[in-house]
């Protein structure tokens, strides 16, 4: 099953950022998976009109979560 974009809760724009997000929840010890979009046969097309991937965490790590993925997205904004 596919989820349409605007039900990713967490999305991600690329490898570097999938990266150093997954750093930072290994290091709170949150649990996470990050979901890569698209497919190694092609390429990863279809990663242009559904963006890059998105972040999974079990439901119980969900504000946590979100207040650190709120806080990683501001450091890349200059905010």
Known sequence: ?????TE?????????QASLLAELLSQEGIPHKIVRHGDALWGYAEQVGEGWGHLEVPDE?????????????ESFSGE
């Not at 990713?8 to 570097?16: A, E, F, G, I, M």
């Open 61 to 73: 790590f969900a504000e946590k979560t979100q207040e650190l993925y709120q806080a990683f997205l």
């Open 8 to 16: 990713w809760t967490w999305p991600l724009d690329n490898t570097v």
């Open 1 to 5: 099953m596919f989820l349409d974009p």
